[in-house]
């Protein structure tokens, strides 16, 4: 099975200009995340869709950050516009959510290394 | 909030040595899940642990969860330089009622293996 695939893999753009970041889940997952990765530390939730609802979206910056995630299946986020402090690496995950099953592993793509000059 | 340590930071060890990783919450867990990170790489699922005391094995990585569910270990038995890597622990808390997994990470071990 394909994992999570994402792109672009590098990204460098001067600041004050927009971004965009895509995400491709694994087939048949209903919950999609958004991590940011700071240098030496642990990915940091920035939001979490069931199907096309975002579920939590409580550490994401509003005033610059948006995401969407179109038919439940690919997702975009957008910083619009960059500051320097946004350089990290954006990470993309998915999992298969039920009832029965709520805490399954989430499954990760490479990433997008962002650098903002 | 939830937080997880991980101890220690970094680890450097001779290929053929074992050694353990911890990972400590302030809060009682619902589930730990273990994962390993390649530089400019995504996180790779290692292992999921749920019940008090729980213990699972894949390959020479072994990980256990302790009884009262806030403390977790990761031992590799004859490490290799293929273990290099970054482990990091993830966690949801026993109380989240939030739905989904959200999955609140430590800061991770970089582990090197020398020759």
């Known amino acids: 099975e394909a994992g999570v695939v994402q792109s672009p893999r590098y990204k460098i753009i001067e600041k004050k200009q927009p971004v965009a970041f895509w995400c491709n889940p694994i087939?048949?997952?209903?919950?999609l995340y958004w991590y940011r990765q700071n240098l030496g530390q642990g990915p940091e939730l920035l939001i979490r869709?069931?199907?096309?609802?975002?579920?939590?979206d409580s550490q994401l910056p509003k005033d610059r950050f948006s995401a969407e995630r179109l038919k439940g299946v690919d997702s975009t986020l957008k910083i619009q516009p960059a500051e320097l402090g946004d350089s990290a690496v954006y990470l993309c995950a998915s999992s298969f959510r039920t009832g029965a099953y709520p805490y399954s592993p989430l499954h990760f793509g490479n990433g997008t290394r962002l650098t903002v000059t | 909030s939830q937080e997880l340590e991980q101890s220690p930071q970094s680890l450097i060890v001779q290929e053929g040595k074992n050694l353990t990783i911890n990972c400590t919450s302030s809060?009682?867990?619902?589930?730990l899940y273990w994962y390993k990170q390649k530089y400019g790489e995504g996180l790779i699922f290692l292992m999921m642990?749920?019940?008090?005391?729980e213990e699972k094995s894949h390959e020479k990585i072994t990980a256990k969860l302790d009884e009262k569910k806030q403390q977790s270990s990761l031992h590799i038995t004859a490490s290799q330089p293929s273990h290099a890597g970054i482990y990091l622990c993830g966690a949801v808390p026993l109380k989240f009622t939030g739905g989904g997994n959200k999955l609140t990470f430590g800061t991770g071990t970089q582990l090197k293996v020398e020759l």
């Open positions: 642990l749920q019940k008090g005391g």
């Open positions: 869709y069931e199907n096309e609802e975002a579920v939590d």
């Open positions: 087939s048949g997952h209903n919950t």
């Open positions: 809060k009682t867990l619902y589930g």
